[in-house]
């Protein structure tokens, strides 16, 4: 969100504000699409529909929506800071007005944020996450994780100092690096202090997790900071799940705003008493345009700096509610950047000095992050590591995930670092042969990498749905890979291959777990690992994804919530054998592309399918992204076919009937509709052959159709003006 989307945000908040204007208001130049009554039906873009439509068929399964929300719940009494249902704008149907649908709240923040005042107490928050999981998919070598979860404890400091000890209930945390006694388990799997030098009167926090049961026995706990120069922190802390988590937090793209993300998953309201930010209370500067979410409700809470963050440095964020524990959320800020990278085979180089043709396929293709190791200069032409990542990349507009041995270097810049990754599919098992947790030493990658290169983030990468809530914040961004097509290997049981909605289900998994966190999510693509060699002959044949297999899964990833789209792997040469896979990988980059910054900053709200399909809706400050995912498969792979595949034209694939769903959606409060556009394989168009309708805060899009060749869809539902040509500047 750069300073000019955030000028369109505060317009229309203002715009919402102005009951009865005739006309409304948008920014000059800006499209105003003619109004239409609530309840009325348009086509696409926003017209008059053609009579017979059958825009208001009711919504059916809810393909995409949250656990606990309540999508379809009307809006009521909003309890606190905005306009209720009937507030400003709530008539779309007002002659000259812009709206689809209008916002039926607003927010007036009165206060300074440069004068929030401290908490008033040395009051520790914490927030303690039980692991989620998926019974539905059995894998082998772990076990559901029913006891434990994680803690995050956000407190103010006492002293500045350095760091030197952090003890929980009496036990030193870092004792979890040392392999334990025969016998013994560690009571910790991972823990994280930070900053590492603390100041007084700034925020510091500590957060790890813990298998053990005693946690859900207990009702508080102690910490205890140790600095140099005295303790930091010493207190209790209460140990208690909120019913209304934080879902996701970051920052606007210029660092002067903070996004804040709630869910109420409860089947009552809950009211914010305060909203404390860094350890002020932040309520009166931030934009919270209700203090009472209703059940199943979401919202997006704003909250301005008084300077631009910093790089690295800590956050914290309490939602202080009156009925329930608190929601308590910590983190670093992160370079607000949505990567699309590619896990590049080792030896395609494309990179400058490397080969000049894999590296022009990976341009084109809208590749803008590269995997990068100590190896990669000794394969690519004899390349300084050191010069590659901080100079030669980044001078072309290229990043690079670094493996986190990496970050011993010295670097001209950092700024195309876009991580140091402290591992790959590092959950397989939970402790190392000695003993000791293997995520507590991937925790202790990510601190040795953060004391040096502090703007940096560190990333982690899973493969289970059991596991991965054991890792899930010991590093700043999480992962995780799972794929069906092309016979690729799964972690589930041989003989039941998974389905075609695996990947979401474990992506939008390890989303849960890594809540309020950023995700970076794995995606297939084309790689070498995958191909086959014939019997007797030796000769290797491709077993790769095609363009529909590509397109889904893709899109599987966009919708469980992804900040970033990983490919595994990129290959010129599977690329150059087959050029249409190249091509819809090309596409979708273009297309998530030129939506990433409202991908990055929005977060999923929930939305409902009539037909067989993944849908979800992305909500951000301006617009409501829906990415759409067809399920009407005819046919499969087998685990019995991929053993008995003996030619390229013997791979399985999964093959689509064309279908048709309708699509419905609740409207936050706050938000609106300008007008709905489609990004499509080719650019930026009117949704074809769309009906859109309102019912009160429901909006509906009927006769969506999905071809079996690309079965996605991607829509924006724009709250700014101007928002189409951005996006069509970027596709």
Same mark, same amino acid.
């Given at each position: 969100?750069?300073?000019?989307?955030?000028?369109?945000?505060?317009?229309?908040?203002?715009?919402? #504000?102005?009951?009865?204007?005739?006309?409304?208001?948008?920014?000059?130049?800006?499209?105003?699409?003619?109004?239409?009554?609530?309840?009325?039906?348009?086509?696409?873009?926003?017209?008059?529909?053609?009579?017979?439509?059958?825009?208001?068929?009711?919504?059916?399964?809810?393909?995409?929506?949250?656990?606990?929300?309540?999508?379809?719940? &009307?809006?009521?009494?909003?309890?606190?800071?905005?306009?209720?249902?009937?507030?400003?704008?709530?008539?779309?149907?007002?002659?000259?007005?812009?709206?689809?649908?209008?916002?039926?709240?607003?927010?007036?923040?009165?206060?300074?944020? *440069?004068?929030?005042?401290?908490?008033?107490?040395?009051?520790?928050?914490?927030?303690?996450?039980?692991?989620?999981?998926?019974?539905?998919?059995?894998?082998?070598?772990?076990?559901?994780?029913?006891?434990?979860?994680?803690?995050?404890?956000?407190?103010?400091?006492?002293?500045?100092?350095?760091?030197?000890?952090?003890?929980?209930?009496?036990?030193?945390?870092?004792?979890?690096?040392?392999?334990?006694?025969?016998?013994?388990?560690?009571?910790?799997?991972?823990?994280?202090?930070? /900053?590492?030098?603390?100041? =007084?009167?700034?925020?510091?926090?500590?957060?790890?997790?813990?298998?053990?049961?005693?946690?859900?026995?207990?009702?508080?706990?102690?910490?205890?900071?140790?600095?140099?120069?005295?303790?930091?922190?010493?207190?209790?802390?209460?140990?208690?799940?909120?019913?209304?988590?934080?879902?996701?937090?970051?920052?606007?793209?210029?660092?002067?705003?903070?996004?804040?993300?709630?869910?109420?998953?409860?089947?009552?309201?809950?009211?914010?008493?305060?909203?404390?930010?860094?350890?002020?209370?932040?309520?009166?500067?931030? *934009?919270?345009?209700?203090?009472?979410?209703?059940?199943?409700?979401?919202?997006?809470?704003?909250?301005?700096?008084?300077?631009?963050?910093?790089?690295?440095?800590?956050?914290?964020?309490?939602?202080?509610?009156?009925?329930?524990?608190?929601?308590?959320?910590?983190?670093?800020?992160?370079?607000?950047?949505?990567?699309?990278?590619?896990?590049?085979?080792?030896?395609?180089?494309?990179?400058?000095?490397?080969?000049?043709?894999?590296?022009?396929?990976?341009?084109?293709?809208?590749?803008?992050?590269?995997?990068?190791?100590?190896?990669? *200069?000794?394969?690519?032409?004899?390349?300084?590591?050191?010069? @590659?990542?901080? &100079?030669?990349? /980044?001078?072309?507009?290229?990043?690079?995930?670094?493996?986190?041995?990496?970050?011993?270097?010295?670097?001209?810049?950092?700024?195309?670092?876009?991580?140091?990754?402290?591992?790959?599919?590092? !959950?397989?098992?939970?402790?190392?042969?000695?003993?000791?947790?293997?995520?507590?030493?991937?925790?202790?990658?990510?601190?040795?990498?953060?004391?040096?290169?502090?703007?940096?983030?560190?990333?982690?990468?899973?493969?289970?749905?059991?596991?991965?809530?054991?890792?899930?914040?010991?590093?700043?961004?999480?992962?995780?890979?799972?794929?069906?097509?092309? *016979?690729?290997?799964?972690?589930?049981?041989?003989?039941?291959?998974?389905?075609?909605?695996?990947?979401?289900?474990?992506?939008?998994?390890?989303?849960?777990?890594?809540?309020?966190?950023?995700?970076?999510?794995?995606? $297939?693509? @084309?790689?070498?690992?995958?191909?086959?060699?014939?019997?007797?002959?030796?000769?290797?044949?491709?077993?790769?994804?095609? /363009?529909?297999?590509?397109?889904? $899964?893709?899109?599987?990833?966009?919708?469980?919530?992804?900040?970033?789209?990983?490919?595994?792997?990129?290959?010129?040469?599977?690329?150059?054998?087959? /050029?249409?896979?190249?091509?819809?990988?090309?596409?979708?980059?273009?297309?998530?592309? #030129?939506?990433? &910054? @409202?991908?990055?900053?929005?977060?999923?709200?929930?939305?409902?399918?009539?037909?067989? =399909?993944?849908?979800?809706?992305?909500?951000?400050?301006?617009?409501?992204?829906?990415?759409?995912?067809?399920?009407?498969?005819?046919?499969?792979?087998?685990?019995?076919?991929?053993?008995?595949?003996?030619?390229?034209?013997?791979?399985?694939?999964?093959?689509?009937?064309?279908?048709?769903?309708?699509?419905?959606?609740?409207?936050? !409060?706050?938000?609106?509709?300008?007008?709905?556009?489609?990004?499509?394989?080719?650019?930026?168009?009117?949704?074809?052959?769309?009906?859109?309708?309102?019912?009160?805060?429901?909006?509906?899009?009927?006769?969506?159709?999905?071809?079996?060749?690309?079965?996605?869809?991607?829509?924006?539902?724009?709250?700014?003006?101007? @928002?189409?040509? !951005?996006?069509?500047?970027?596709?």
């Amino acid at each position: 969100m750069n300073a000019r989307l955030v000028r369109r945000f505060l317009v229309s908040l203002a715009c919402a #504000s102005m009951l009865g204007e005739a006309g409304g208001c948008s920014e000059p130049g800006g499209p105003r699409p003619e109004r239409r009554d609530a309840g009325s039906e348009l086509d696409a873009g926003g017209r008059d529909a053609a009579e017979g439509s059958d825009g208001g068929s009711a919504p059916g399964e809810d393909a995409g929506t949250e656990p606990g929300d309540d999508a379809g719940t &009307e809006p009521g009494d909003d309890g606190g800071a905005g306009e209720d249902g009937g507030g400003p704008g709530a008539d779309a149907g007002g002659p000259g007005g812009p709206w689809l649908l209008a916002p039926a709240a607003a927010c007036a923040p009165a206060g300074d944020a *440069c004068a929030l005042a401290p908490a008033g107490d040395t009051t520790l928050f914490a927030s303690y996450r039980k692991d989620r999981w998926l019974p539905e998919y059995a894998e082998a070598g772990t076990t559901d994780p029913r006891s434990g979860g994680r803690v995050h404890v956000a407190a103010v400091s006492a002293v500045t100092g350095r760091v030197s000890r952090v003890l929980v209930n009496g036990i030193d945390l870092a004792s979890i690096e040392t392999a334990p006694a025969s016998g013994s388990t560690p009571p910790f799997e991972w823990y994280h202090v930070w /900053p590492r030098d603390v100041v =007084a009167g700034a925020p510091v926090w500590v957060a790890f997790h813990s298998r053990s049961a005693s946690w859900d026995a207990r009702s508080t706990a102690d910490l205890v900071i140790e600095t140099g120069s005295g303790e930091a922190v010493r207190g209790s802390f209460p140990v208690a799940t909120t019913p209304a988590p934080l879902t996701y937090v970051t920052s606007s793209e210029d660092l002067s705003t903070l996004i804040v993300h709630v869910a109420n998953r409860d089947t009552v309201p809950h009211t914010l008493g305060r909203l404390l930010v860094d350890g002020r209370d932040a309520t009166p500067a931030a *934009c919270i345009p209700s203090r009472t979410l209703r059940p199943g409700e979401t919202a997006m809470w704003t909250v301005p700096r008084c300077t631009a963050s910093a790089l690295g440095e800590a956050w914290t964020v309490v939602a202080e509610w009156a009925d329930a524990p608190a929601a308590v959320g910590v983190g670093r800020v992160l370079r607000p950047r949505f990567p699309i990278e590619a896990w590049n085979n080792t030896t395609d180089c494309p990179l400058p000095g490397g080969d000049a043709a894999a590296l022009a396929m990976h341009r084109d293709a809208r590749i803008d992050t590269l995997y990068i190791h100590g190896g990669v *200069c000794r394969a690519c032409g004899g390349c300084d590591t050191a010069t @590659l990542l901080g &100079e030669t990349l /980044p001078g072309i507009g290229l990043n690079a995930i670094a493996t986190d041995d990496l970050s011993s270097l010295t670097f001209a810049s950092t700024a195309g670092l876009a991580a140091f990754s402290t591992g790959d599919e590092s !959950d397989g098992e939970i402790y190392e042969s000695d003993g000791r947790p293997r995520a507590a030493l991937r925790a202790a990658s990510s601190r040795r990498a953060w004391n040096r290169y502090a703007e940096v983030p560190t990333f982690n990468g899973a493969k289970t749905n059991r596991n991965v809530g054991t890792f899930a914040g010991m590093a700043d961004v999480q992962g995780i890979d799972f794929y069906v097509a092309a *016979c690729a290997p799964h972690i589930t049981p041989w003989g039941t291959h998974p389905p075609l909605r695996a990947p979401y289900d474990y992506l939008r998994n390890a989303r849960e777990n890594h809540m309020p966190g950023t995700t970076w999510l794995y995606t $297939q693509g @084309l790689s070498p690992v995958w191909n086959r060699t014939v019997p007797l002959t030796g000769i290797e044949f491709s077993v790769q994804p095609n /363009p529909p297999e590509l397109y889904a $899964q893709a899109f599987e990833s966009i919708a469980a919530g992804a900040k970033g789209l990983m490919w595994f792997q990129s290959n010129s040469d599977e690329g150059t054998h087959s /050029p249409p896979r190249w091509e819809a990988i090309t596409r979708v980059n273009r297309m998530v592309g #030129s939506v990433r &910054e @409202l991908l990055r900053t929005g977060d999923p709200i929930g939305a409902r399918s009539t037909g067989s =399909a993944i849908v979800e809706a992305i909500r951000s400050a301006d617009a409501i992204v829906v990415p759409v995912v067809s399920l009407a498969t005819r046919s499969g792979p087998t685990d019995l076919g991929c053993g008995t595949v003996l030619s390229e034209a013997g791979v399985p694939h999964w093959t689509w009937d064309p279908t048709t769903v309708d699509l419905s959606l609740t409207v936050p !409060d706050d938000a609106g509709v300008l007008e709905v556009f489609e990004v499509t394989p080719d650019g930026v168009a009117d949704p074809a052959g769309v009906s859109i309708a309102t019912s009160g805060r429901t909006l509906t899009l009927s006769g969506v159709s999905l071809a079996a060749s690309v079965p996605v869809r991607l829509f924006v539902l724009a709250r700014t003006a101007g @928002l189409r040509d !951005d996006v069509t500047a970027a596709f």
